[in-house]
């Protein structure tokens, strides 16, 4: 009885403390990451905003083409630094700083950046098929 104490009042206290770093559970939640609309399971990094006007995707004989613009108050170091940590995980190889493959498909960002940093950062997210038939 004593150690099922123990255990409740551990687990009690684990929840507090996240909840205490984190925030409410609801509010975490909405925080979760918002992904990419015409790229699936591609994460959209907290701080860049989608133009999903921009977007556009098409199936052809070789495979998928899809292609989006983001932009955000954010510094092009730390895109490349989320992206090279978030992709992996999600089954993408690193070729380079801005290039990843998956199965028969390669992910290029591009980043652009005005020297003044009066204009927000854009990202360009472009997917194509590794293979031409």
């Known amino acids: 009885m004593k150690i099922l104490s123990i255990l409740l009042c551990t687990l009690f206290l684990i ?10 559970p ?3 939640q909405s925080q979760a990451p918002d992904f990419i609309n015409v ?3 591609l994460p959209l990094m907290p ?17 998928r083409i899809a292609e989006t613009i983001a932009s955000g108050q954010v510094e092009p170091g730390n895109i490349l630094g989320y992206y ?3 992709l992996p995980q999600l089954g993408w ?15 290029i960002i591009d980043i652009t950046k005005d020297n003044g940093g009066a204009v927000p950062v854009l990202v360009y997210f472009r997917l194509y098929p590794t293979k031409t038939k």
């Open 15 to 24: 929840n507090a403390l996240t909840i205490g770093l984190m925030g409410h």
């Open 26 to 28: 609801a509010l975490a």
């Open 39 to 41: 790229i699936e399971g």
């Open 47 to 63: 701080g860049l905003i989608e133009d999903v006007d921009s977007a556009m995707s098409f199936d052809t004989a070789n495979g």
């Open 84 to 86: 090279k940590r978030a």
């Open 93 to 107: 190889k690193r070729l380079n700083a801005t290039r990843y493959q998956r199965e028969d498909e390669v992910l």
